[in-house]
């Protein structure tokens, strides 16, 4: 029998599991303040980041919650089940040493994504306490920093597991 190379049984190349965390309020996407975030809701962007995700080899999970120890426990969590994590952690980005703590724990690449451009905002969203601890920011392009958040993570799994792709 001639081997067929879409053969749902032939081995494939595991793929890049990234876990998207969307922090407080940034379910109101779309309708929240749409002069500085932009129209788009947070489920066209959770949509949109399956399907490129899909044409990249990448598994996206993303999840959304107000609260901040939630956000500890998905962190916790990710451990062992995600490769990348893409965090906008919203307001808490600029208080939160639990979520910096967090992360620094599981120790798995993160990337930070912001909508808008925090520094040319009020000045106390211009310090993350997370800034120093992810391997870079993506912010002030709206809903397509997410997009290229999850196109970074790319590259950080092809540099972490070259055999991925
Ligand atoms: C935000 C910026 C934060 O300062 C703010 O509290 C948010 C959204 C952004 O995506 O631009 O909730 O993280």
């Given at each position: 029998?001639?081997l067929n190379k879409t053969d749902a049984t032939a081995p494939r190349a595991p793929q890049l599991k990234v876990l998207v965390i969307h922090g407080p309020n940034l379910?109101?996407?779309?309708?929240?303040?749409?002069?500085?975030?932009?129209?788009?809701?947070?489920?066209?962007?959770?949509?949109?980041?399956?399907?490129?995700?899909?044409?990249?080899?990448?598994?996206?999970?993303?999840?959304?919650?107000?609260?901040?120890?939630?956000?500890?426990?998905?962190?916790?969590?990710?451990?062992?089940?995600?490769?990348?994590?893409?965090?906008?952690?919203?307001?808490?980005?600029?208080?939160?040493?639990?979520?910096?703590?967090?992360?620094?724990?599981?120790?798995?690449?993160?990337?930070?994504?912001?909508?808008?451009?925090?520094?040319?905002?009020?000045?106390?969203?211009?310090?993350?306490?997370?800034?120093?601890?992810?391997?870079?920011?993506?912010?002030?392009?709206?809903?397509?920093?997410?997009?290229?958040?999850?196109?970074?993570?790319?590259?950080?799994?092809?540099?972490?597991?070259p055999e991925r792709h």
């Amino acid at each position: 029998m001639p081997l067929n190379k879409t053969d749902a049984t032939a081995p494939r190349a595991p793929q890049l599991k990234v876990l998207v965390i969307h922090g407080p309020n940034l379910n109101l996407l779309g309708a929240r303040e749409p002069e500085i975030y932009g129209s788009t809701t947070l489920k066209d962007i959770d949509r949109e980041l399956k399907r490129l995700g899909a044409e990249l080899g990448i598994t996206v999970t993303a999840y959304q919650t107000n609260s901040e120890g939630a956000i500890v426990d998905k962190i916790q969590n990710a451990r062992g089940r995600a490769d990348v994590i893409l965090i906008n952690p919203g307001a808490y980005t600029h208080t939160s040493v639990a979520i910096r703590d967090a992360l620094s724990a599981v120790a798995l690449p993160a990337i930070e994504v912001h909508l808008s451009n925090v520094y040319r905002r009020e000045r106390f969203r211009h310090r993350s306490l997370v800034a120093d601890i992810v391997v870079g920011r993506i912010m002030g392009f709206g809903a397509a920093g997410y997009y290229l958040a999850l196109r970074a993570a790319r590259e950080l799994g092809a540099a972490s597991a070259p055999e991925r792709h």
